[in-house]
């Protein structure tokens, strides 16, 4: 793998200082930075080529249309999708699972009927659920979660039965960093016929996410968690099972045929891409992911490795701090409490020093209720932090414990 040093350089924001020290960033799964070669897509499509896609007979018109599907077909290859059909932009996860809620939710679910999540996903995948049950009169189902943070096996094949229509959850906890069974998870579902839903926004920068080698019938996952730009994101489905789901938005581009008695409907995948999509995003999250593949997935996993035994090793030495998600599946993420410090003060005092933690229930409160907190402080680590940022992150809570003390 490229050495670090020249790894760092790609992202010109770590090269920057935060109250006059250097910048330790330890909020990736809140976003992640951006490399220059992303950045330099953005301008690229401004000041040489921007043009509404689809649209035009015109050379710009062709062009940008020409980048935008070269771009759907490098997200179907990094994911291994079998067709560029199965795999819809979107606005990010949250617009893709909301858009499974509603097209999947109209077509298959009714009353009675249960949705299947766990107890460890983030709001985006507890909420559209809720809607849907509530408009659907449908039954929401949780699988519960010990005190590791690792889902219930048993429990789950409790939970699934005749009235479950869809499975949906996380690949990886967004607050806890424990990465679930989701091969498990899939094919107990499939042996009853059960599709299934996986949340990819914290999985799929973390390694190799072939979602035909998981069967997932349904994968999402947002482009600015994945070194690319906000307000792009992907929902791949199954061919099969796009094509028996209704369009969820209205619009240009999803139709093929307008007259005023009955709309007809655009093939894969454009029916679910009403409107005028975000082309330069999915352009910038293409260059993001040939970015990736050109450090490899596996490279980039093993550092990502490397970094969590090391800071989970300097953390667990520092007295009166406790790690929420102790399982040994985690992705680089450490969410901690200080023994009687407010997560808030931990979190505002390092930032003083340059620091970047997240705190609070990272849009997943089910689980803080379930470990009986109200938050955690998260240092969500990736291929480009390093083991001197990890001895300042506890330098820095040592400082924490040493003003509260
Ligand atoms: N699912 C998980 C597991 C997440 O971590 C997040 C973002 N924190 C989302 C869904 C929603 O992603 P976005 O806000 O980019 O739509």
């Not at 967004?174 to 059960?194: F, K, T």
């Not at 953390?315 to 009166?320: E, Q």
């Not at 406790?322 to 930032?351: A, C, Q, R």
């Not at 938050?375 to 400082?399: H, P, Q, W």
Request: overall charge negative; charged content about 25%; some cysteine.
């Amino acid at each position: 793998m490229k050495d670090i040093s020249a790894i760092r350089a790609d992202f010109p924001i770590l090269g920057r200082t935060v109250y006059d020290k250097d910048l330790v960033y330890f909020d990736n799964g809140a976003t992640t930075q951006k490399p220059k070669c992303v950045i330099d897509a953005a301008t690229e499509v401004f000041t040489l080529y921007n043009s509404n896609i689809h649209r035009g007979v015109h050379f710009l018109s062709d062009m940008a249309s020409e980048e935008y599907e070269n771009a759907r077909e490098r997200v179907r290859s990094f994911i291994n999708a079998g067709s560029r059909e199965e795999v819809v932009f979107t606005a990010g996860a949250t617009a893709s699972i909301n858009a499974v809620a509603f097209s999947f939710g109209e077509r298959f679910v009714g009353r009675g009927d249960e949705i299947l999540i766990s107890h460890l996903e983030h709001h985006a995948n507890i909420v559209p659920w809720q809607m849907l049950c509530s408009r659907k009169q449908a039954v929401l189902k949780v699988i519960p979660v010990d005190d590791n943070g690792e889902i219930i096996f048993e429990e789950y094949l409790k939970l699934l039965g005749k009235k479950t229509r869809l499975v949906s959850v996380a690949q990886v906890s967004n607050a806890l960093g424990v990465i679930l069974p989701v091969d498990r998870i899939i094919s107990a579902a499939h042996s009853m016929n059960i599709p299934v839903l996986v949340d990819g926004a914290q999985g799929v920068q973390h390694g190799v996410s072939d979602v035909r080698k998981m069967d997932c019938d349904f994968y999402v996952f947002s482009g600015h968690k994945i070194y690319g730009p906000a307000g792009i994101g992907v929902l791949y489905g199954k061919a099969e099972l796009l094509s028996e789901l209704p369009p969820y938005q209205g619009g240009g581009d999803m139709v093929k045929n307008v007259p005023f008695e009955k709309t007809s409907y655009n093939d894969l995948p454009f029916k679910f891409e009403a409107g005028t999509v975000n082309f330069p995003g999915a352009i910038g999250l293409a260059r993001a992911l040939e970015y990736l593949l050109s450090l490899g997935m596996d490279n980039i996993k093993q550092r990502e490795r490397d970094l969590l035994e090391y800071a989970t090793q300097q953390m667990l030495s520092v007295k009166g701090l406790k790690i929420y998600g102790n399982s040994p599946e985690k992705i680089s993420v450490i969410s901690f409490l200080l023994k009687d410090i407010h997560m808030y003060d931990t979190g505002m005092i390092l930032d003083k020093l340059g620091i970047a933690v997240r705190t609070g229930t990272h849009c997943a409160q089910p689980v803080m209720d379930r470990f009986g907190i109200e938050g955690t402080v998260r240092a969500s680590m990736c291929f480009y932090n390093t083991r001197e940022e990890i001895d300042r992150l506890c330098a820095g809570i040592e400082k924490v414990i040493s003003m509260f003390s």
